[in-house]
């Protein structure tokens, strides 16, 4: 495969097209403690081009993207822009080369207003700014890109999308010519992924450079001129051509091996109902998280909750478990209501809950795996470890969890076996039998053989007759396991469907939040 | 490129166990050494000083028996100050905690007289001493559990009202704590049978061995109970603590009511051990504060406490003696505690981190053709 790469990056088609190469790295190796981050990565991308980098968690995208901008130095291997070599000591030394990335996570000062943000870190300001001056150049910016900003508004006040377009705003004020974007639309609603795009092909129409960072197959097919496939720090193959390449040839790419997108679903009959909810709605400070939801879920019974992240999810699983009590409406677990009666009380009545943030709220980091496992049981007031260890030991073999023992601290496992250890806990039981899972974005981040084994878990839970709410972000996951599938947006279920007779372009649309106005 | 160096600092996944031992070890010999130069720089002999600190300090009767007998206050401190900071709530008012114990204690051992026996009356005045410095902390302990107000400046600011209030009961005409029978301002002593006998010739108290058995239960408690299991869970991820039930509230209120005990603790071990009264000089001499460098030097670990209590109370006891052996000046031993203490937490880094240095190579000057 890394023969092809090279060819993409100095093949004789390439130097014949018509745009240029804007900027090049070659043989990129990064290493960090105990991983080979990137292992000779060669990279492309030309002017006026998207230019994907596609991958899945902990593949190494993110990794070439900071040599890219100059936040990493390569242990091996350089990189070029416009045909001559150079040396990125850092972001400045980037963006001095018209290089800027433009970070999943905002950096952005919230009490300034967006001009002031703009400016922040430029190094020719006069001693006195000139405010009207500095606003009518960054409206400036923004409009001839069709970002519209207003230069005054407090940054503190506008919402994610809004936010992510001032960082991009920053990114061409400082004379940035290659932008890198890391997953930006992992904290976007639909319309603001549509937004995006728009802004990315004006982008693109001015000359301008995109590396679009993502594991998303949808959008990557969508936006891209091209896509560098990564997997374990390699490049794992090229595609090229806008709305041209094959997801399922991209999921190969990115996964190593073929994958069966169709549902392995046993189907079973279900039992009485367990989880019942009634007109769930939740305001957090006036804001609407969750409106009017009711649905139950069966003994023996996947229901699966699609939608894009942020549109309630976690709102929904932690109410349902019990950490936040609802604004109006109920919960009821296997007979008992346990609406404001805490996360014990609905332990006790039958619920496990797998949350999304595995370490750090459904592990203690610190902590041993034994000390994890009773982390949502009764314990007595001399916490008894000698009684639970064989048990531990025991699961770590069924779950087959790699860690030395008992006494592996969880933060020294590896996310599938994190997933893995939080899974034997929920599902072993703990102040009552398990009669309901909900489980929160369970694969993500897992390599292949860890989604695999995980996936088999709940359809064993199943199997074994307890109702399961699996929420997740991963649409081909929802439904491939469900029995059925609801659609969140927006805190409020849009979109109900058999698991089976499920169509991607129905439940991607209910997604994107056009569930009234048919299909796409 | 000036520099053609940079220094690397690469975060350790795992602390090799060597260097667990190696990095204090080396801490303390940099410490000294360090000492050392200001030592010559004075016209001092830092082999001298040292054997002398060495000697007041641990390897003579006196000198050990001393530092045991302030390790005791010392030990106290220090678990008051590790047993909060594990939970990371910043208890910094130990000092004025500690001088509300001793109000407490001496209220105690006054105001009971001799109608208890000694067996009974010691554990009261300890118990009154306690119960006094955890009230001293009961409203930052409130207000950082229902508020989240930061407990480091309510703790810190409580301490001077708790300065004052003691120069208040003793400069006072009239006051209960005052000696009626001088004029010269100092404490009422407490009923003999709140006094406990030093042993032998020493000043060392029993109060040591109460300080021993509080600092090992401690520890069996942070390690082996359901509130031991609340506190690590709390102290590593509250998200993970609110997800299990476990109310962090609640034990962040209790954390902070046993932190202030303990403090008030060691104050009221100052009355029935070497004090019987209230001394105003406490406020010169920072006991309270001191826990918290215990601590530090034992990174919290309530197992490693009664060494760093004894280590630190050697220094300081040496340091001390100093002045009265040799005419080295007495701001040379403090100096010395302070580089220590400096050098100790400076070599964490070491741990944590791996430190190398490594060339730039320079690659603007090899031009590669385009």
Sequence with gaps: MSNTSHEVAQGPHHTSG?????????????????????????????????????GENGAGKSTLAAVLCGLYQPDAGYLMRNGKRINLSSPRAGLQHGIAMVHQHFRLVERFTVSENVILGSRDLPFRLNRRDINEKVAAVAESYGLPIDPDATVGDLSVGQRQRVEIVKALYQGAEILLLDEPTAVLVPSEVEKLFENVH??????????????????????????????????????????????????????????????????????????????????????????????????????????????????LADTIAGLISPTSGSVTISGSMTTDRGPIQAREVGLAYVPEDRLGMGLVPSMSILDNLLLTRDRQIVVDRVSVRPEAARLIEQFEIKANGPDHLARKLSGGNAQKVLLARELSGGRGATKLLVVCSPTRGLDVGAIETVRRLLNDARSAGQAILLISEDLDEVLSLSDRVLVLYRGAVVHETPGETAKLSQVGAAMAGLANEGRS | MLVPFRVVFEQRGETPRRLSLLVPLSSVFAALFFGALFLIATGHS??????????????????????????????????????????????????????????????????????????????????????????????PAFVRSRLGTSEIVSTLLLTYIGASLIKHVIYTPGSFFRNPNTSFPQGRLVADSASLDS?????????????????????????????????????????????????????????????????????????????????????????GYAGIVVAALARNNLGLIIVSGILFSGLRVGGNNLQVTTDTPIHIGVMLQGAILLFALGGEAFRRYHIHVVRVHDVSTKKVAA
Excluded at chain 2, 216 to 234: C, D, H, Q, S
Aim: contains cysteine; hydrophobic residues 50%.
């Design chain 2, 199 to 287: 042993f032998g010739s020493s000043r060392l108290y029993p109060t040591f061995f109460v300080a021993l058995i509080i600092a090992v239960a401690l520890y069996w408690v942070v390690k082996r109970t359901e509130f031991g299991y609340r506190i690590n869970v709390i102290a590593d991820s509250p998200k993970a603590a609110h997800y299990a039930g476990i109310h962090a509230n609640r034990t962040t209120m209790w954390v902070m009511l046993i932190s202030g005990a303990l403090s008030g603790l060691a104050g009221a071990m100052l009355i029935v051990g070497p004090y019987g009264k209230i001394e105003p000089s406490i406020i010169t001499l920072g006991y």
């Design chain 2, 46 to 139: 830092p082999i001298d000083t040292y054997s002398n600190m060495f000697q007041d300090g641990f390897a003579s009767f006196n000198g050990i028996t001393d530092t045991l007998a302030l390790s005791t206050v010392l030990i106290c401190t220090g678990i008051s100050a590790a047993f909060a900071f594990q939970m990371n709530l910043y208890n910094i008012g130990g000092e004025g905690q500690l001088y509300l114990g001793l109000i407490g204690g001496a209220w105690a051992g006054i105001a009971l007289g001799d109608h208890l026996p000694t067996l009974l009356m010691v554990p009261v005045v300890l118990l009154c001493g306690a119960l006094a410095g955890a009230a001293w902390i009961f409203v």
């Design chain 1, 202 to 315: 004006a982008m693109t129409a001015a000359g301008k450079s995109i590396v679009f960072i993502s594991h998303k197959l949808g959008e990557v097919v969508e936006i891209s001129d091209r896509v560098t496939v990564l997997r374990n720090g390699r490049v794992t193959g090229h595609v090229s051509g806008r709305g041209t390449a094959d997801t399922k040839e991209l999921a190969r790419l990115m996964v190593g091996r073929d994958i069966e997108l169709n549902a392995q679903r046993a189907s079973h009959a279900t039992g009485h109902e367990v989880l019942q909810i009634r007109n769930l709605s939740l305001s957090v400070n006036d804001v609407s998280m969750l409106s009017d939801i009711s649905f139950s879920v069966h003994a023996g019974e996947m229901v699966g909750i699609a939608g894009v992240a942020g549109n309630g999810q976690r709102e």
């Design chain 1, 18 to 54: 018509a745009a240029s190469t804007a900027l090049s790295a070659h043989s990129i190796d990064k290493k960090f403690p105990g991983v080979l981050a990137n292992d000779s990565v060669d990279f492309d991308v030309r002017a006026g081009e998207v230019h994907t980098l596609l």
